[in-house]
């Protein structure tokens, strides 16, 4: 069983800046992609920014100019940060992992953090 356990969220002004965390708990293959998503009210998920256990990075718009992901593979733990936050930013910031087996992917999910964005 996997686990997902995101810390970091809370109320910003805009233009400031927070740092999401998200710890991996379990039975993890070591070789693995962890990134994250975020979920706006009424609105579909979409993704952020994944980082590969081998360092490979990829950037959803909404992180591309402001948000750094990064990773500790010895603790299967990521980082978010995120800088210059909007208003546009506020959201459920949920983590993931996703372990590709073949043909086959096994996702797991955290249970999210929010992010408020708000003067």
């Known amino acids: 069983q996997v686990q997902l356990v995101e810390s970091g969220g809370g109320l910003v002004q805009p233009g400031e800046s927070l740092r999401l965390s998200c710890v991996g708990s379990?039975?993890?293959?070591?070789?693995?992609?962890m990134g994250w998503y975020r979920q706006a009210p009424g609105k579909e998920r979409e993704f952020v920014a994944s980082?590969?256990?081998?360092?490979?990075?990829n950037y959803g718009n909404p992180a591309k100019g402001r948000f750094t992901i990064s990773r500790d593979n010895g603790k299967n733990k990521i980082y978010l940060q995120m800088n210059n936050l909007n208003s546009e930013d506020t959201a459920v910031y949920y983590c993931?992992?996703?372990?590709?087996?073949?043909?086959?992917?096994?996702?797991?999910w955290g249970q999210g953090t929010q992010v408020t964005v708000s003067s």
């Open positions: 993931n992992l996703v372990v590709q087996l073949g043909d086959v992917s096994y996702p797991y």
């Open positions: 980082i590969h256990s081998g360092g490979n990075l």
């Open positions: 379990g039975s993890i293959f070591s070789i693995n992609t």
